[in-house]
């Protein structure tokens, strides 16, 4: 795009922005304020669920349909382990584990023999989602399941400026997310099994040239994708509770993320999970009829003008 | 297998002609020879049946099996059109004809709340096409322009926004309601919902579409279509339009949607944002899949299949679990009979073929 | 001489055989349908739905109007397009005489249109509660013998402004049930006095009520939410997180079990929510007690059953009863397109577990309600205690018909 072009789409998107937040700080600091966080900790929760599902299409261009399903799963397994236990981090682990788990069987037993066939992979994407929201379903039943953030995570943080107070729990997100992200960061580039990740998502057949054990590879990204689902599945069963129907609704924010941000890239899902959470929740605090419809909106412009994302690469 | 084609290596369909043949030769072809070199026995006895069909079944079977199978029958054989033949699975094809139905129901007459123009039948169903049509070329427009397959996600994105927007906007769509009583009109004195009116009306609509696709595969756009499917570099270098193409066959495959999606909505009677939620989104794709995408007849196999086991699977297992089995169907046919039902009878018939082969010619164990 | 025998043993086998039928059988079984949600979220509500029917045909030990009672099951997943092909499916195809339900409110709407397409037939509802089904366009074969969501939640107006909440913020969600819900709350409230500043409309499965609850004003008495079990377990967590500390008014399914005894520290907030509900758990009507204490023993815990009855099971038991008693009245007689066996209906007086039910002119029950109000119980668990209960509550709660309007996002409103 050139120099023009870019100065005009920074403008005619940035400038309208500037006039609302000028607008909305003036007329109700505490709410602008508030929302702001709210959307910074949604957004949180969207890199997480959104980064293991851009890793697995980065590499294995496998677009996972049933990484909501995988989600919820971890949620479920959370829930009951810290149930059992009484502590919140093994629930955390377990549902990172189990969701792991799942999804290395998943590569292993049937989308290893696929290879290539990217259509067919997606296509038996959506028929074990359908099949696993189910047997969830079954095994789980529909109540809510709704899990209690641990006792030194409870209740409000009080005294800041123009907020007064805000959840301990919610606030917490905020450096998990950075955490969870800065990590994935350390395991992409200075690790041996990112380099070859890396190095997969540019050329799959010089890797497989040189010698490395695409099959171990793949096996461990799935794993990898499958168990960040999982994480965040256990920190959603928190803040946004466990109940059939939630898989389709974060795969529908991890699409949007990943589309927003550019396929294949944990920081454009970091950006496209900023964009996303924070358009929600803006939305749902100053126009709440039309919040979700305008996230979609969003979606739509950019894949008039982007189709490959903000960070996305050439296919 | 084909991965660098991008080719969806479901099972290519059955080609009409191989390309290379002169326009001018295949439409002196299809002129003269169009009867004895395209219609076999089985073609007469399958149309038989199902002309007769409202005669021997119940009025049960003919308009809640039967019609219901047909209209959504045509709303797959949208997506089989573009997915087998153009490769691009969209999961908007149901969206499509929502837009239709909710259109038609807008301009023309529907239950007093909400909006309801009360326009003359033909003029709102004209308008419904028109618009679910453009609706079709937007989202094709919207979802052409990267690898095929981002269409999947990005087709689901889009029919989810649609699905949103109409439950949350009451002064047009009458959101969660949805929009009751949408009827055929009464023509000629013949109430067109009845049983067996409908279920004709539906019979010609999903023959028209059929035999438009099999027209349209074996015309010259149908053949760049598939050329596209099968390497869209190429087809770029001999100096066809690819994305024009492309979203050109949205639009068209937008139409047989939208038709079969003004059928459904009268069939139900209704259109509510549950018409075009994701459950339905994807059942489409099971239906189209389950079915085969290798030819025409792949989608009202598999609409026939589902509409059955959706009516009848109460009393044959637990309803409960009937995403279950739906799904596990699903996932058994992709995973080891991608070309469906028709794929599993193309299989069954050569074994056949193959083992008198055998029998007669070596006579022995092979 | 043997040929005479024989034949005259075939003409008395015959007499005998004609006499024996007779006796046995003097009409074929009634067919009745029931439709409830078995699939999907609403699964729960949908078994204890049928539980409800099934105690009422139990209770007559499968006769009614001399006739033998066959029950047969439809589910639907509260859509209200496979509502209909599920009904289309019992009356053509499996041929009954009455259908009883559905459960869902958009699918009673469709439903009540599928009825009139068939007016030799009658459905009576099963707990769909959405007003227009019987307001708006009825039809003449279709009876609700329950609430609709507006009768669930009359009595708490004036119970509220009792309790000294004179500005109430609404968080609901956004579509027809919680509609009717507030409607039924501020028809009361506003004609009293009260005020509704802010109505928050949070969009259907929507689960971040950070913005929402940022939103709340200083200025406020007390929260009305209709939010379901789920949602409203959730919405109570992130509130009481963000140090949110106002009193709360609870809608007809925000306050049960599931939210009260969720283990949680600090729920002691929740003392002094008052809600509405067609049922209450700790009511001390007789009625209520054994229609309790027979569930409990044809549905134990160990065999699946709930605890407690849910909404459903109470409300297909009243429809189904009501099917079952208008048999009574025309003894059995369904012919002629039903004809008699609807006026029955419209003149019945159903003796439901909550009380005498009779219907209006458009056959929309006019029911009791009750005003429920969290206590502690002497073992320190937060239950559901009545305030007080309010009969007599017709669909137009006491207003007339040119003023009364169906609930909607801006319906009604007292700012």
Redesign the interface.
């Known amino acids: 795009m050139s120099r023009f072009w870019k100065w005009f789409w920074s403008i005619a998107v940035g400038a309208p922005i500037a006039l609302f937040a000028a607008w909305a700080l003036y007329d109700n600091t505490?709410?602008f304020l508030?929302?702001f966080l709210?959307g910074l900790t949604?957004a949180s929760l969207y890199f997480i669920v959104a980064s293991g599902f851009t890793l697995v299409f980065g590499l294995m261009?496998n677009?996972n349909?049933a990484h909501g399903a995988l989600y919820l799963l971890g949620g479920y397994i959370g829930f009951y382990v810290t149930s059992a236990t009484g502590w919140f981090v093994p629930g955390l682990a377990a549902g990172f584990i189990g969701a792991a788990l799942v999804g290395l069987l998943m590569q292993a037993l049937?989308f290893r023999f696929m290879q290539?066939?990217?259509?067919?992979q997606?296509?038996?994407t959506?028929?074990?989602?359908?099949?696993f929201?189910?047997?969830m379903?079954?095994s789980f039943?529909?109540?809510?399941h709704?899990l209690?953030?641990p006792?030194w995570l409870?209740?409000?943080l009080?005294g800041i400026p123009f907020i007064?107070?805000?959840?301990?729990?919610?606030m917490a997100l905020l450096p998990l997310g950075i955490a969870i992200g800065v990590l994935l960061w350390l395991f992409l580039n200075r690790t041996s099994l990112g380099m070859m990740i890396r190095a997969g998502v540019n050329d799959r057949q010089m890797l497989a040239a040189s010698g490395v054990n695409v099959n171990l590879v793949f096996a461990a990204t799935f794993a990898i994708g499958a168990g960040l689902a999982g994480f965040a599945g256990v920190i959603g069963a928190?803040?946004?509770?466990m109940?059939?129907?939630?898989d389709?609704?974060l795969l529908?924010a991890s699409?949007?993320v990943?589309?927003v941000g550019g396929?294949g890239s944990v920081v454009g899902a970091a950006v496209g999970a900023v964009i996303l959470g924070l358009a929600?929740?803006?939305g749902?605090?100053y126009a709440?009829?039309?919040?979700?419809?305008f996230t979609?909106?969003i979606?739509?412009l950019v894949?008039?003008f982007r189709?490959?994302g903000i960070l996305g690469e050439a296919? | 297998m084909n991965a660098g084609a991008g080719g969806l290596a479901l099972g290519k369909p059955l080609p009409g002609r191989s390309p290379g043949v002169s326009a001018r030769q295949g439409r002196a072809e299809i002129g003269e020879n169009l009867i004895s070199r395209y219609v076999r026995p089985r073609h007469i006895v399958v149309l038989a049946l199902v002309l007769v069909y409202p005669w021997i079944a119940t009025p049960f079977f003919t308009f809640q099996i039967g019609a219901q199978s047909l209209a959504l029958g045509l709303i797959a054989l949208s997506l089989t059109f573009l997915a087998g033949y153009g490769g691009m699975i969209s999961l908007a094809q149901m969206t499509v004809a929502g837009i239709a139905g909710y259109m038609v129901a807008i301009f023309g007459t529907a239950a007093t709340d909400g909006v309801s123009l009360g326009w003359p039948w033909w003029l709102a169903v004209l308008l419904g096409l028109a618009i679910a049509a453009l609706a079709a070329a937007f989202i094709g427009w919207l979802s052409v322009r990267t690898e095929g397959i981002y269409t999947i996600m990005i087709t689901l994105a889009i029919g989810v926004a649609f699905y949103y927007l109409v439950l949350q906007n009451y002064a047009v769509f009458n959101g969660f309601q949805g929009k009751q009583k949408v009827f055929p009109p009464t023509l000629f004195d013949i109430h067109w919902r009845d049983p067996l009116p409908f279920y004709y009306l539906t019979l010609a609509w999903a023959l028209a579409g059929y035999f438009f696709v099999q027209y349209l595969v074996r015309a010259p756009f149908g053949i760049a279509l598939q050329g596209i499917r099968d390497n869209p570099r190429r087809m770029h270098a001999l100096g066809f339009n690819v994305t024009a193409h492309r979203v050109a066959a949205y639009a068209v495959a937008g139409v047989l949607a939208a038709v079969g999606g003004v059928l459904f909505t009268w069939y139900n009677g209704l259109v509510t944002p549950g018409s075009v939620g994701t459950g339905w989104l994807i059942n489409i794709l099971v239906i189209a899949v389950l079915g085969g995408m290798r030819h025409p007849t792949g989608p009202f196999l598999g609409a026939i299949v589902f509409v059955l086991l959706q009516s009848f699977a109460i009393d044959l297992i637990d309803r409960e679990r009937f995403n279950l089995v739906v799904g596990g169907v699903f996932l058994a046919i992709v995973l080891f009979s991608p070309d469906g039902l028709l794929g599993l009878w193309a299989a069954l018939r050569s074994r056949f073929a193959s083992g008198s082969r055998y029998s007669n010619s070596r006579g022995g164990v092979r | 001489m043997k040929q005479t025998t024989f034949v005259r043993t075939l003409v008395g086998a015959a007499v005998c055989a004609a006499f024996a039928g007779a006796s046995h059988a003097q009409q074929p079984p009634v067919r009745i349908g029931v439709l409830a949600t078995l699939e999907g979220p609403f699964a729960l509500g949908g078994q204890d739905s049928m539980r409800g029917a099934d105690m009422a045909v139990r209770e007559r030990n499968g006769m009614a109007g001399g006739r033998r009672i066959e029950v047969i099951k439809a589910s639907s997943n509260a859509q209200p397009d496979v509502a209909v092909n599920a009904t289309r499916k019992l009356v053509e195809q499996d041929k009954v005489d009455i259908v009883v339900g559905p459960l869902s409110g958009s699918e009673g709407i469709a439903v009540k249109e599928y009825s009139k397409t068939q007016p030799n037939l009658t459905f009576i509802n099963g707990s769909s509660g959405a007003q227009a089904a019987t307001l708006v366009n009825p039809s003449p074969n279709f009876f609700r013998f329950n609430n609709d969501g507006a009768q669930a939640m009359y009595g708490v107006g004036k119970a509220a402004l009792d309790k000294g909440y004179k500005r109430v913020m609404v968080i609901a969600e956004d579509y027809a049930f919680p509609y009717s819900q507030v409607q039924g709350f501020m028809a009361e409230f506003c004609r009293l006095g009260g005020k509704v500043p802010v109505k928050a409309w949070v969009p259907l499965g929507g689960k971040d009520y950070s913005s929402v609850i940022a939103r709340i004003p200083k200025d406020i008495d007390a929260l009305l939410v209709v939010l379901g079990g789920a949602d409203a377990v959730n919405f109570l967590s992130q509130y009481e997180a963000a140090g949110g500390d106002k009193p709360m008014i609870g809608g007809s399914i925000t306050v049960g079990h599931d939210v009260l005894n969720h283990r949680g520290k600090r729920r002691d907030f929740q003392l002094g929510t008052i809600a509405g509900s067609p049922i209450a758990d700790n009511y001390e009507g007789a009625a209520w007690k054994v229609f309790v204490a027979e569930y409990r023993k044809q549905f134990p815990v160990s065999a699946g059953g709930n605890a407690n009855p849910t909404l459903f099971a109470p409300l297909y038991y009243t429809n189904m009863k009501a099917a079952l008693d208008g048999l009574d009245a025309v003894k059995g007689d369904l012919s002629d397109g039903q004809k008699n066996y609807r006026e029955a209906l419209a003149k019945l007086v159903v003796k439901s577990p909550t009380g005498d039910i009779r219907l209006d002119a458009n056959r929309h029950a006019i029911v009791s309600n009750f005003v429920t109000e969290v206590v502690k119980d002497a073992q320190g668990n937060l239950i559901n205690r009545v305030l007080r209960k309010v009969d007599n509550i017709d669909q137009l709660l006491g207003m007339k018909r040119e003023e009364f309007k169906i609930g909607t996002r801006d319906e009604p409103s007292c700012p």
């Open positions: 505490r709410l508030v929302t709210n949604l261009r677009v349909l049937i290539g066939q990217d259509l067919r997606t296509l038996v959506i028929g074990l989602s359908i099949v929201a189910d047997l379903l079954w039943g529909a109540q809510v709704q209690s953030a006792d409870a209740g409000p009080r007064q107070a805000y959840a301990k729990y919610r928190v803040e946004l509770s109940v059939p129907g939630e389709v609704r529908l699409l949007v990943v589309i396929m929600e929740t803006y749902l605090a709440p009829t039309y919040s979700v419809v979609f909106v979606l739509v894949l008039a189709p490959r296919a």
